[in-house]
Structure formats: structure tokens, C-alpha cells
């Protein structure tokens, strides 16, 4: 399989990379900076800018999917994630690619529990904002999403165990590694079962 990854440079990307690797998979890896990876078999590096349509559709050329881990910029106001997506979209339908499975965050569908979901929604509400833009791009989009909603990511080791729902979060979850997190965008983007869902993720 031909993926390519968007995000590939950050602490998820990164994973994300060295796991599709790992499985075989030939990558694509579409950076800013590209001093963050090194080039290794069957690791092509692309540089380029996401919002940039002309670089984002002669990368996503020729791929069988992808897969994106882009994030924005912390909890200011922006757009930018959905007007990212946009972009994506927008070239994958040009040039035939059909699946695309995207990393997000909990929180999108109002599905935090409870006044401790209530109080992070609030916190984060500018990103979530963001997100579900994102979100809404895909659903309309005509394209095979998958959509992952981990709760708070942390450093730790690839386990491969962790839960996954298609309605709300895991109960009683707080995070999950940033590595488990790759695994399943992994794991996902070879598997036709998650094709139009939303996952949440925890331990």
C-alpha cells in the first residue's frame, strides 16, 4: 500500500511513519521541515504547504490513501485544520484518491461526560471549533474517512492495547499514547470496517 501522511514531522507523525514502515507500507512523508525525518527505503520525503493546493494534489498523486495528523495552533482561534482538511479533500477528489483516515481529538460530538468534560470542552473549545470544521468537510466529502478522536495524548510505549468506541469515549478513560494513537491510524487505513466512522480512543 502507498500512503501518504500529512503531519509526518510532529510527535504523532513521526510514529505514524516509522509504523506504516513497519508494516510494510510505502510512505510518503509531506513536511515543512524536512530535518525532522531522515529519508530511508521505501520513505520518500515531500516538502511542501498543506494550504497549497498545487503541492498537496501532485503528492497525493498516485497514493492508495492517507493518512493525516496535522494539528494546529494550540487553543488560539483558527481555522486552520478545517481549511487544511479543505485543501486535502479537495485534491484527493481531483486525483482519484478515495480513503483518508484523519487523527482529531475527543470532544468534537459534545460526547465528553460529566462537569470534567464539561470544563475541558470549554478549555479547548477554539480547537474543537476547528475540528469539527474538519470534521464536517469529511462527512461531506463522498470520500472513505475514518476519523480517530483520542482522548489526552501522552508519551509512551506502542502497546497495541487500548479501547475504541464509534459513540462517545471509552468510560473512565483519560488518554493514550501518542503511539497507540499511530497504531490505530495504522491499523485503520488498511481496514474497510472503519470506513465512515468516528472512533474515540483510550485506554
Known sequence: MKVIIFGASGRTGQLAVAQALAAGMEV?????????????????IVIGQVLNYEDVRQAIAGQDAVVSCLGGPG???STVITEMTGTIVQAMQAVG????????SAGIHDEL???VGKFVALMLKNPLRDHRG???ILAQSGLEYTVARPLSLVDGPLTGVYREVETGVPAKARNIA???VAHFLIKAVQ????VGESIGLAY
Not at 512523508?29 to 530511508?40: E, G, K, S
Open 97 to 104: 484518491v478515495k480513503r483518508i483516515v484523519q487523527m482529531s
Open 191 to 194: 481496514d474497510e470496517t472503519y
Open 178 to 180: 501518542r503511539a497507540d
Open 28 to 44: 510518503t512523508a509531506f513536511v515543512r521541515n524536512p530535518q525532522a525525518l531522515a529519508a530511508t527505503a521505501n520513505l520518500r
Open 75 to 77: 487553543t488560539q482561534v
Open 113 to 115: 461526560p460529566g462537569i
Open 134 to 136: 474538519a470534521f464536517a
